[in-house]
């Protein structure tokens, strides 16, 4: 079984940062590609980003991109989120996900094998 905890969230005003982390614990994510998703009061779960295995591929959602970026460092079982110039709109609770079979561009479809508890994010204008 496989267990990812994510961390970071916090309440900010418009244009701050954060980074998002996602460790994972149990057995091991050799080959896995990790993504992010996030989920707004209101509104259905929405894929943000994904990063491969070696971090060679990734995808962003379009309207994200130049804002917010993915990494990871496998050594330490570790993906993160770097979000800037945050917006209100920013607002949600985002989750990490980890799945054995999907490329990052297919992350966005969700189903994904493992999911972490989230974490809040609040951006006030």
């Known amino acids: 079984q496989v267990q990812l905890v994510e961390s970071g969230g916090g309440s900010v005003q418009a244009g701050d940062s954060l980074r998002l982390a996602c460790v994972a614990s149990?057995?091991?994510?050799?080959?896995?590609?990790m993504g992010w998703f996030r989920q707004a009061p209101g509104k259905e779960r929405e894929f943000v980003a994904a990063i491969s295995w070696g971090g060679e591929v990734t995808s962003v959602k379009t309207s994200l991109k130049g804002r917010f970026t993915i990494s990871r460092i496998n050594r330490l079982h570790a993906m993160y989120l770097q979000m800037n110039t945050l917006k209100p709109e920013d607002t949600a609770v985002y989750y990490c996900?980890?799945?054995?079979?999907?490329?990052?561009?297919?992350?966005?479809?969700?189903?994904?094998?493992?999911w972490g508890q989230g974490t809040q994010v609040t951006v006030s204008s």
């Open positions: 996900a980890a799945d054995s079979t999907k490329t990052p561009p297919q992350m966005a479809q969700g189903g994904c094998n493992y």
């Open positions: 149990g057995r091991t994510l050799q080959g896995y590609t």
